[in-house]
């Protein structure tokens, strides 16, 4: 074993506003539940127990971890309480008892679900504590660990939701796919998959203190991130089409429906009289006008702002091509206007133009077209 394994670990980066937050939240925190816990127990001892203050640490530094949340706190350390003061009355002030009410307590959060290290804690306090403790009996376990408990949990509640940070903690909810179908977006259908992470945890062999599905997201961002770094050479302005067609905001219907046919192509961004995006026309917005309403607006020198969809979704020239990925790819989005500082139509992207990039950048692109059936 090298002696760098007994120095302290690299920190993860953490920014000081949530170091600063999380030392006076757990102060603020601390402080209310004494004072609630002195004044609600009659300042009977005792009515604040030290492995509170290991609690506050997981709870205002480490809110995201399974070991801060509600049914880890307050389950975690009534349980403890609990078995602490059963094992004390059973066996006494024996010391072996110390061993048994420890070992008893992670036993029975692990199988409940609610670990919570200062439960240990919390056990031994219950098991060889002073007089009060052993006098209260069972009290001991709602007054005051459970007051105790509730009101920390309470108090990092208001006070994480106030600076922002989410608590209880929510892992992200995936987001739905477009067309409303049971199956993965896109972007999830290679590289990690679920399955492979079960299967790394498994072969892990231990328990981390981090949930799955944040572990999963963690993962899939780390990929896009060196998915990024990896294309970022490539822009926009590398991969779109520059002699772009557009159309005016007050032309009909029914040229717009020609501009179509005739360059066979499925979408035209629309410009103000300014020359600035104001919208965007696609095959797809003549089949959603084909409704009762739908056929007025088709009627003869209608105008196409009518029926066009806004506002639009853009790209700047300069932004690399992997941000084009999620909307095209879990957005539903096949086209993407390009535009520059003045909303001045510069370009377009679509999807093949991204697939042909990514193709490239794969260094596999064929010499051999696609024969056509």
């Known amino acids: 074993m090298q002696l760098r394994h007994w120095l302290p670990a690299p920190s993860v980066p953490a920014g000081r506003q949530a170091l600063v937050f999380g030392v006076v939240s757990a102060a603020i925190g601390m402080a209310c539940t004494e004072w609630v816990s002195r004044h609600w127990l009659n300042a009977s ?6 492995p509170m203050g290991a609690s506050a640490v997981l709870l205002f530094m480490l809110p995201v971890s399974p070991m ?10 009534v349980l ?7 094992v004390h009355q059973w066996t006494g002030n024996a010391g072996w008892c110390v061993a048994l009410a420890g070992a008893l307590a992670i036993a029975a959060m692990c199988a409940l679900r609610c670990l919570h290290p200062p439960g240990g804690a919390v056990a031994l306090m219950a098991t060889l504590g002073s007089s009060p403790p052993h006098a209260a009996g069972y009290e001991f376990v709602l007054m005051p660990v459970g007051l105790n408990s509730l009101l920390l949990v309470l ?5 994480n939701n106030l600076a922002g940070r989410r608590y209880p903690h929510r892992s992200p909810a995936s987001p739905s796919f477009p067309h409303q179908t049971s199956d993965p977006l896109p972007s999830q259908r290679i590289g990690v998959q679920a399955q492979d992470l079960d299967a790394a945890l498994a072969s892990f062999g ?3 203190d981090i ?7 963690i993962v899939l961002r780390a990929n896009t991130q060196a998915q990024r770094r990896q294309a970022a050479r490539v822009r926009c302005e590398d991969i779109m089409s520059r002699d772009v067609i557009t159309i005016r905001d007050t032309d009909s219907v029914e040229e717009v429906w020609m501009r179509l046919s005739r360059h066979k192509v499925k979408a035209l961004p629309v410009i103000s009289h300014t020359d600035e995006l104001v919208g965007i026309v696609s095959l797809h917005d003549f089949f959603l006008s084909h409704t009762d309403q739908g056929l007025r607006k088709l009627a003869p020198g209608r105008a196409v702002r009518e029926i066009m969809t806004t ?14 990925v999620p909307a095209f790819s879990d957005g539903g989005l096949h086209h993407m206007p390009v535009i520059n500082a003045q909303r001045h139509v510069v370009g377009m992207v679509t999807q093949s133009d991204l697939v042909a990039a990514l193709f490239q950048l794969m260094g596999a692109a064929s010499s051999q077209p696609m024969r056509q059936a």
Not at 155 to 159: H, T
Not at 211 to 217: I, K, T, Y
Not at 311 to 324: E, F, Y
């Open 80 to 86: 403890s309480a609990l078995i602490g003061v059963f």
């Open 206 to 208: 231990e328990l981390l």
């Open 155 to 159: 108090m990092a509640f208001l006070l």
């Open 45 to 50: 001892a005792p009515w604040f127990i030290a």
């Open 311 to 324: 506002p639009v979704t853009t790209v700047s020239p300069d932004q690399p091509i992997t941000d084009l």
């Open 68 to 77: 801060a949340q509600p049914w880890s706190v307050i389950g975690g350390n």
């Open 211 to 217: 949930e799955r599905d944040d572990l999963e997201e």
